[in-house]
C-alpha cells in the first residue's frame, strides 16, 4: 500500500537494527500517521492487546515477530521455558482470531527441535519473516480470485458500478499488504472495474469509518461510510450488489468469526438475495473447529471502547469524549458468528468454495 507515494507493509523490522519491530499505530488513524518502535515481548503484547496492531492476519504477524524479540530476551539454559511462556502470554491477547495461535504454535514448533538459543533466535526471525511474506501473498492470491466475482457482476450489470459493502477493517491494515476482502476491491478498481464501496462504520472502535475509509480513499476507491444499522434498508433497495467481509476464524464447516454485526448484514443479505461473501487466508482457519457458535471463544472488549469516542476538536485537536454515562452498564462483545448457511462463498488464496465442509476440503484434501 502507499502512503503519500511511500510503500508501506504494516509491520517490519526496523531497517539497520534487527532487535526493533515497527508498526503503523493504529489507535491514531486516520488523524495521525505514526510509526511506533516495539523494543521487547511485553510491548508487542501491549500493541497486539490495545489493537495498536489489529486484524486477523496482522495479529498473527505480530505475534511472529513477538515470539521472535521474546527470543532476544531468553536467557541460554533457560530459552525453552521462557520463549514457551511468551507464547502463552500472546496467546491471552486477542482470543477470537485464530492467527495468532497459528504463528505462536509455529515458533513453538520450531523451538521444539532447536537445540541452541542462537539457533533459535535465527530460524525465529527467519519465521516472523516468512509468516508476513506469506500473509501478503495469500492476499495477493485472494484479490486474484476475489476479482472475477466483481468482475461477473460488473458484465451482468452492463458495467455499471458494482456497489461493495463491508464491514469492520479486513483491508490492508488488518493484514501485511492488500487485506483480505479489499484486495479484489483494490484490483478491480485498478483494473477500470466501476466500483463503489459502503463501509459500515463499525462501532464500538469505529474500524470502518476509521480505517476502512481511509484506506480505500488513500488508493482512490469510491466509498461512502455508513452507520452500522443501514445495510438492510440499502439491500431492500437494491443498492447493495454483494457483500464481502474478513474473518477472524473459520470453522472447518465454514462458519465465520468476524467483527460484531457481520452475522446481522448475513442475515439481511439472505433475505434481500444479495451474494454474501468471507475472504480469508487460509491461516484463518480453525481446522479442529466444527461447530462456530458454540466452539469459537469470542472477545469481550473493555467497556471504556463503548462508553467513549474520539475524534477532532474545532481547534484541531484530538479528543475523547463520553457518550454513554458511568451510570449504565454496558457489554462490548467483539465478534459474533455467521453460520455457514448464510454464506454464499469462501474466498481464499487456492480459490473460491462453498461454505462446507466438503467443499472447503476440496481446496484443502491435507487439512482433513
Ligand atoms: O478487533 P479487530 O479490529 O482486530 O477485528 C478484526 C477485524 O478487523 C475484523 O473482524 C475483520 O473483518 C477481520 S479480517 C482481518
Known amino acids: 500500500m502507499k502512503i503519500n507515494n511511500q510503500h508501506f507493509r504494516t ?26 518502535e516495539l523494543h521487547n515481548l511485553g510491548e508487542m503484547s501491549v500493541a497486539i492487546k490495545d489493537m495498536h496492531v489489529r486484524g486477523a492476519g496482522l495479529i498473527g504477524a505480530a505475534a511472529g515477530y513477538g515470539m521472535y524479540l521474546a527470543s532476544l530476551e531468553a ?33 513453538l514448533e520450531l ?9 533459535f533466535r535465527d530460524k525465529s526471525l527467519h519465521l516472523a519473516n516468512a509468516i508476513a511474506d506469506e500473509d501478503a501473498a495469500m492476499c495477493r492470491s485472494i ?3 476475489g476479482l472475477k466475482v466483481i468482475e461477473n457482476l460488473s458484465k451482468k450489470k452492463l458495467g455499471e458500478t458494482v456497489n461493495i459493502l463491508t464491514h469492520c477493517n479486513a483491508g490492508w ?8 476482502a479489499t484486495a479484489p476491491i483494490y484490483l478491480a ?27 480505500l480513499g488513500s488508493h482512490g476507491v469510491p466509498h461512502t461510510v455508513i452507520p452500522d444499522n443501514a445495510g438492510g434498508h440499502l439491500m431492500q433497495h437494491g443498492l447493495v450488489d454483494i457483500v464481502i467481509t474478513g474473518a477472524d476464524r473459520v470453522t472447518n464447516s465454514g462458519d465465520a468469526a468476524n467483527k460484531i454485526g457481520t452475522y446481522l448484514k448475513a442475515l439481511a443479505a439472505k433475505d434481500n438475495q444479495v451474494p ?43 479528543a475523547e469524549i463520553q457518550i454513554i454515562p458511568d451510570r449504565h452498564a454496558v457489554e462490548n462483545y467483539g465478534f459474533d458468528v455467521t453460520p455457514a448457511r448464510l454464506i454464499t462463498g469462501l474466498i481464499t488464496e487456492r480459490g473460491i468454495c462453498q461454505a462446507n465442509q466438503e467443499s472447503i476440503r476440496k481446496l484443502f484434501t491435507e487439512k482433513y
Open 11 to 36: 509491520i517490519w523490522l526496523k531497517p539497520g537494527d534487527s532487535g526493533i519491530v515497527q508498526i503503523i499505530d493504529q489507535r491514531k488513524l486516520p488523524f495521525e500517521f505514526i510509526i511506533e
Open 75 to 107: 536467557g541460554d539454559i533457560t530459552f525453552k521455558d521462557e520463549v514457551f511462556k511468551s507464547g502463552k502470554l500472546l496467546k491471552a491477547t486477542r482470543p477470537t482470531a485464530v492467527n495468532l495461535q497459528w504463528a505462536v504454535n509455529r515458533h
Open 111 to 119: 523451538l521444539r527441535n532447536c537445540i541452541s538459543l542462537e539457533e
Open 143 to 145: 484479490g486474484d480470485h
Open 173 to 180: 491494515l488488518a493484514f501485511t499488504d492488500y487485506g483480505s
Open 189 to 215: 478498481h485498478d483494473k477500470g472495474i466501476k466500483v463503489h464501496v459502503w463501509v459500515d462504520e463499525t462501532r464500538p472502535r469505529n474500524q470502518g469509518a476509521r480505517l476502512t475509509a481511509w484506506e
Open 276 to 318: 454474501f461473501y468471507v475472504a480469508l487466508p487460509s491461516s484463518t482457519f480453525d481446522w479442529a473447529m466444527t461447530d462456530g457458535i458454540r466452539e469459537i471463544p469470542i472477545e469481550q472488549r473493555d467497556a471504556h471502547e463503548m462508553k467513549f469516542m474520539e475524534g477532532v476538536l474545532q481547534d484541531g485537536s484530538i
